[in-house]
Structures are given as structure tokens and as C-alpha cells.
Nanobody, 123 residues
Framework: QVQMVESGGGLVQAGGPLRLSCTAS????????MGWFRQVPGKEREFVAA????????YHADSVKGRFTISRDNAKNTVYLQMNSLKPWDTAVYYC????????????????WGQGTQVTVST
């Protein structure tokens, strides 16, 4: 059974850093592109960042460019999201997902999802 587990969320002060991890089990995702999304109550889940299978290309939403960085370690079957200079509006549940096909920015391009990890940024 495929499982993707996010970790690293928590409460952080505005301006601080946080690093999220997403580890897959049950199968390897080393040949797949992976992404991070986030969602706040009452709003649609939105794209945050994506990375190709090799890590050679990355994509970031405009709202996080220059602050967040996606990376991966295929040997550990893990994807990371380094978040710096966090803002209160970054507060959300963050999800990792495997891209099956299609545009990196579209939620419909992803099939396997983790259960999410809460990130709360205080003022």
C-alpha cells in the first residue's frame, strides 16, 4: 500500500523558517515528479511548488518565490519544502503529492496525496 507522510509542520513566528518533509513508502517515487500544495479552510487547494524526478527543474508559485525551495533526496524517497521568511498568510495545511501527468501547476495532474501537515505562522 502506498503511503505518503508529511512532517515538519508546526507553529512558527512570522519571519521564521520551517522545513517540511514528505516520505513515501510502499513504492519508490524516484522516477516521478512531486509537488507541494496548501489549503486553508473554505478555499481551494493551491499549488506551492513542484520538482522533476531528477531534481533538475523546480517550479514555485509566485507567492512563495524567493522564500520557499523544493528539493528531493531520491535515496531516501523524500521530498522537502524549505520555507523561509514565513508570513501569516502562509498558514495552511500543506500536502505533498505525486504528479502522474500534465501541467505541474494543476491539482488534477497529481494522484497520490499525503494526509497533510499544519503550518501556522503567528504575528
Amino acid at each position: 500500500q502506498v503511503q505518503m507522510v508529511e512532517s515538519g509542520g508546526g507553529l512558527v513566528q512570522a519571519g521564521g523558517p520551517l522545513r517540511l518533509s514528505c516520505t513515501a513508502s510502499g513504492r519508490t517515487f524516484s522516477g516521478d515528479a512531486m509537488g507541494w500544495f496548501r489549503q486553508v479552510p473554505g478555499k481551494e487547494r493551491e499549488f506551492v511548488a513542484a520538482i522533476t524526478w531528477s531534481g533538475g527543474s523546480t517550479y514555485h508559485a509566485d507567492s512563495v518565490k524567493g522564500r520557499f525551495t523544493i528539493s528531493r533526496d531520491n535515496a531516501k524517497n523524500t521530498v522537502y519544502l524549505q520555507m523561509n521568511s514565513l508570513k501569516p498568510w502562509d498558514t495552511a495545511v500543506y500536502y505533498c503529492a505525486r504528479r502522474s501527468s500534465g501541467d505541474y501547476y494543476y491539482i488534477q495532474s497529481y494522484d497520490y496525496w499525503g494526509q497533510g501537515t499544519q503550518v501556522t505562522v503567528s504575528t
